[in-house]
């Protein structure tokens, strides 16, 4: 059984840093290409960007690029999210995903919640 | 900026009965790379549809997707209790971006 489970969430202030994992079980993790992906209260999700199999290719969008980094460790089916610099308009429960290929996710965690608010 | 729009934002019906949810996109998806997700309270969203029409592994064929160019619809032929639940849909032919959602509720 495929199985994603993210950890490290919690609250932090502005301007803080925050690192969360995610710890892939149940299939290839170091064949798959892995997005984050966020979601905002009362909002639709947001996809912050994806990474390639084997860590050497990133990317963000716009909102977060040059704030967030993007890491996977394959030896430990570990995906990593690095958030620098956090705002206020960060808040969200953030997953991570599997990509299923052309950037549709066929398997997603249960998400952990960040709060930035001092 | 590429803008998933989705209809209605609640839609409210009995077990039994035939949902249809819209999603309409601001300008042509590529290739008709749209999919559809399930998503409960406190559980991992669940991929659908993809592909505009493709069931994903083990998705219950009352689920089906639809559409083309700008206009996408997800129907589910007869409503089941485990079903209620928010849906959003998502275009992949431009980047990535997700509608904000149809919540499906018991009337």
């Known amino acids: 059984e495929v199985q994603l489970v993210e950890s490290g969430g919690g609250l932090v202030q502005p301007g803080g840093s925050l690192r969360l994992s995610c710890a892939a079980s149940?299939?290839?993790?170091?064949?798959?290409?892995m997005s984050w992906v966020r979601q905002a209260p009362g909002k639709g999700p947001e996809w912050l960007g994806n990474?390639?199999?084997?860590?050497?290719?990133?990317f963000y969008v716009g909102s977060v690029r040059g704030r967030f980094t993007f890491s996977r460790d394959n030896a430990k089916n570990s995906l990593y999210l690095q958030m620098n610099s956090l705002r206020a308009e960060d808040t969200a429960v953030y997953y991570c995903?599997?990509?299923?290929?052309?950037?549709?996710?066929?398997?997603w965690g249960q998400g952990t919640l960040v709060t930035v608010s001092s | 900026e590429f803008v998933l729009t989705q209809s209605p934002d609640t839609l409210s019906l009995s077990p039994g009965e035939r949902a249809t949810l819209s999603c309409r996109a601001s300008?042509?998806?590529?290739?008709?790379?749209l999919a559809w997700y399930q998503h409960k309270p406190d559980q991992a969203p669940r991929l659908l549809i993809y592909?505009?029409?493709s069931r994903a592994t083990g998705i219950p064929d009352r689920f089906s997707g639809s559409g083309s160019g700008t206009d996408f619809t997800l129907t589910i032929s007869r409503l089941e209790p485990e079903d209620f639940a928010v849906y959003y849909c998502?275009?992949?032919?431009?980047?990535?971006?997700f509608g904000q959602g149809t919540k499906v509720e018991i009337k």
């Open positions: 995903a599997k990509d299923a290929g052309y950037n549709h996710f066929d398997h």
């Open positions: 149940g299939f290839a993790f170091s064949n798959s290409w």
């Open positions: 990474i390639n199999t084997d860590g050497s290719q990133k």
């Open positions: 300008q042509s998806v590529s290739s008709s790379y």
């Open positions: 592909d505009a029409s």
């Open positions: 998502q275009q992949y032919g431009s980047s990535v971006t």
